[in-house]
């Protein structure tokens, strides 16, 4: 079974408060909830890929600032 991360554990992992995972989300600058009923909840392989893609990106020499800001700037 695929492991579920509840909105409060993708902000303790994240080191995010809610209002700041609502507008990341919101403004397509974090992946989407899934829900269930009205809970949200993420998958943690995909909150894990989203986090190895920001670092992927952030070792790449080729990289430009506002290319790799996007999922964790504040």
């Avoid at 919101?26 to 909830?33: A, D, L, N, V």
């Avoid at 809970?39 to 894990?48: G, K, Y």
């Amino acid at each position: 079974m695929k492991t579920r991360l509840r909105k409060k554990d993708v902000m303790l992992k994240m080191n995010w408060s809610a209002s700041t995972l609502n507008l990341r989300v919101s403004t397509g600058r974090f992946i989407k909830p899934t829900y269930e009923g009205k809970t949200p909840f993420w998958l943690a392989s995909d909150v894990d890929q989203a986090i190895d893609q920001f670092f992927a990106r952030e070792d790449d020499p080729d990289n430009h600032p506002t290319a790799t800001s996007s999922l964790f700037d504040h």
